[in-house]
């Protein structure tokens, strides 16, 4: 269980670093550069440490998820994104994905 809220901590950070990547403007601006950055290294490392108690394929998997879901998320809500019924219909799809290897994994 410790190796899964790891994992859920680790792919908090991708959301972060992800939307983040707006801000830098095309690492142009040094504070959002070094915020992104410092939340990849952390977000891998933690993925890291996840991934010495899951199978490397699951805790990946998982990782880039949850990721991605939670950034679409963020465009939607902070960036005026698209909200359409295809859209959200592919985002449930993600996660129906990623519940599934949680809980089909050993």
Do not use: H
Not at 80 to 93: D, G, H, Q
């Amino acid at each position: 269980m410790k190796s899964w809220l790891i994992l859920l901590i680790a792919a908090g950070f991708e959301i972060v670093w992800a939307v983040g990547l707006k801000s830098t403007q095309g690492f142009t601006r040094l504070w959002p550069s070094v915020g992104v950055i410092s939340a990849m290294a952390i977000s891998m490392w933690l993925l890291a440490l996840a991934a010495r108690g899951l199978p490397i394929g699951t805790a990946y998997a998982v990782w880039t998820g949850i990721g991605a879901v939670g950034t679409a998320i963020a465009g939607i809500l902070y960036f005026n994104e698209s909200a359409s019924a295809v859209r959200l219909i592919c985002i449930v799809l993600i996660i129906a994905g990623v519940a599934g290897l949680k809980f089909f994994s050993r």
